[in-house]
């Protein structure tokens, strides 16, 4: 089992930067694929970022694109979410999720966290 906790949520003003963090527990990180999603109120969770095993290749959504960056740190056995120009619409919970490789799909992520509220106000 792997056990995600994601923390740095908060509440902002659009235009202004945050960033996540997960940390993982349970198994080797390293063996791990991350992503980031988000889900708003009445919709569907959506995918942000994600970052391969070996931190080589990462995959960024197109409503943040240009505007998020993912990163790993796996000494320390955390993946971060670095979100910038922050924009009402980004309002979500966002969720930390494991794979063997990391990539897209939400239905292709094996273990969960419990999610962090970001809110931006205008």
């Known amino acids: 089992q792997v056990q995600l906790v994601e923390s740095g949520g908060g509440s902002v003003q659009a235009g202004t930067s945050l960033t996540l963090s997960c940390v993982a527990s349970?198994?080797?990180?390293?063996?791990?694929?991350m992503g980031w999603f988000r889900q708003a109120p009445g919709k569907e969770r959506e995918f942000v970022a994600s970052i391969s095993v070996s931190g080589f290749n990462t995959w960024v959504g197109d409503s943040v694109k240009g505007r998020f960056t993912i990163s790993r740190d796996n000494a320390k056995n955390t993946v971060y979410l670095r979100m910038n120009s922050l924009k009402p619409e980004d309002t979500a919970v966002y969720y930390c999720?494991?794979?063997?490789?990391?990539?897209?799909?939400?239905?292709?992520?094996?273990?969960w966290g419990q999610g962090t509220q970001v809110t931006v106000s205008s």
């Open positions: 349970g198994r080797p990180f390293a063996d791990f694929g």
């Open positions: 999720a494991a794979n063997n490789f990391g990539g897209r799909s939400r239905v292709e992520y094996d273990y």
